[in-house]
């Protein structure tokens, strides 16, 4: 596994490599940890950019971000967006989520409805499908009200929510829905489970192989625990689960991919590209080489503005 010399300076200044895993409160205190601390160190809030909390219904709350542009009235692209975290951890408050979200909703610029969908496991998936669908419908329906373009709503999310971006977009095909969804941003999603991979991918599936041991924020190790926590293991072969597996994905509208090198992950993202290809869906993909999972969530990793300037051109 190559990691890049910024990752391994940035490890040193750390003193250690960073990596969640354990039980649930293990997981989630980590991850709120994680928050905290790069919350501290990101800079502060841009006044002109509009940000509320909503609840849309019992279960599921969103965060709109909408940029100055909207509201000096021009309508404008509308994303709908799903956090990281695995299905057990994360939520739309998280700092880097929030930080990423910003980014995104100022510099398309576009609308962008970040969705606190339920977490396992408590609410074993495929609840989050539900929960990401249902905020799609609620923003598409009030596009108008929200100072949105209907014709251009896309849907975006990272890791697990690069995942659950593709499963609704395949539920809103399923529902004759495909002309509500401009496009698809999955960065470094899960697609599939590594227990559970078709022939036609095995041969370009190699990241849980090649990352398995010391990969940094997770490993194979932390996945299956992921897997073995959020219900996933007993869904193995569920399409909306694991949207690889999806029969109708060379429906998809354009997708564009982020993966990282150093990530068990990485692959998700690739054979999934592979797949679109060959059924000429348009798509492209981004892979930042020696960078682990969820590597632009650090201020101090300059790729990441990298990261953020692609994600805003995909």
Request: net charge negative.
């Amino acid at each position: 596994m190559y990691l890049s010399d910024e990752w391994l300076e940035y490890e040193k200044q750390l003193g250690f490599r960073p990596l969640i895993n354990g039980t649930v409160e293990d997981i989630r205190s980590g991850y709120n940890a994680l928050s905290d601390s790069i919350g501290a160190k990101l800079p502060a809030h841009d006044a002109s950019l509009k940000v509320e909390d909503l609840r849309i219904s019992e279960d599921v709350s969103v965060r709109v971000y909408t940029p100055k542009e909207a509201l000096a009235g021009n309508k404008l692209p509308l994303g709908v967006y799903a956090h990281g975290g695995g299905f057990v951890a994360g939520s739309v408050g998280a700092s880097f989520e929030d930080f990423n979200c910003r980014f995104i909703a100022q510099n398309t610029p576009c609308i962008l409805v970040s969705v606190d969908f339920r977490l396992a496991p408590e609410h074993p998936v495929p609840a989050q499908v539900e929960d990401v669908l249902a905020g799609f419908m609620w923003a598409y329906d009030n596009c108008e009200s929200l100072l949105g373009l209907k014709s251009k709503c896309f849907l975006i999310g990272a890791s697990v929510g690069g995942g659950l971006a593709l499963s609704v977009a395949l539920k809103l095909i399923e529902s004759n829905m495909r002309s509500a969804v401009a496009g698809v941003v999955a960065l470094a999603p899960i697609t599939m489970h590594p227990e559970f991979v078709p022939d036609e991918f095995k041969h370009d599936f190699v990241a849980y192989t090649e990352n398995a041991v010391g990969a940094p924020l997770i490993d194979r190790a932390a996945m299956y625990t992921f897997n073995a926590h959020n219900g996933a293991d007993l869904m193995k072969d569920d399409p909306y689960v694991f949207p690889a597996l999806h029969p109708r994905k060379s429906e998809l509208p354009p997708v564009f991919f982020s993966t990282c090198g150093a990530d068990p992950l990485r692959d998700d993202g690739t054979v999934f590209k592979l797949a679109l290809e060959k059924a000429s869906i348009k798509t492209k993909l981004v892979n930042y080489e020696g960078l682990p999972h969820f590597f632009w969530i650090f201020p101090e990793i300059k790729a990441g503005d990298v990261f953020r300037t692609d994600t805003v051109e995909g």
